[in-house]
């Protein structure tokens, strides 16, 4: 089973700038289509951004398009997220996740088309 581990967030004021990284366990990173979630308090997982296995493809959900750049290096088993012009709703847990099954040029949105999350950083965007 894949280890998932994000890292990177932080405190950070309106309009700046974070990188979130995800770094992941074994071989086989370079298979996976993977995905960033997030989760605010008192609100639903959403969908932030996926990418697939060869970094080809990507996908952003309309409230951080053009802000957020999803990307990855197979060569060092990491994901990574760029996040400029922060805003204070951008604030939540980020989770990265893992399509571990299949081969596929396609990117995934939903949480259930993944089977292998991070523990999430803690992202949180002062006003």
């Known amino acids: 089973q894949v280890q998932l581990v994000e890292s990177g967030g932080r405190l950070v004021q309106a309009g700046g700038s974070l990188r979130l990284s995800c770094a992941a366990s074994?071989?086989?990173?370079?298979?996976?289509?993977m995905g960033w979630f997030r989760q605010a308090p008192g609100k639903e997982h959403e969908f932030v951004s996926a990418?697939?296995?060869?970094?080809?493809?990507?996908s952003y959900a309309d409230s951080v398009k053009g802000r957020f750049t999803v990307s990855r290096d197979n060569a060092k088993n990491t994901l990574y997220l760029q996040m400029n012009s922060l805003k204070p709703e951008d604030t939540a847990v980020y989770y990265c996740?893992?399509?571990?099954?299949?081969?596929?040029?396609?990117?995934?949105?939903?949480?259930?088309?993944?089977?292998?999350w991070g523990q999430g950083t803690q992202v949180t965007v002062s006003s």
């Open positions: 990418i697939n296995w060869s970094g080809g493809g990507t």
């Open positions: 996740a893992a399509r571990t099954t299949g081969i596929s040029g396609s990117v995934y949105v939903r949480g259930t088309d993944y089977d292998a």
């Open positions: 074994g071989r086989s990173f370079s298979t996976y289509a």
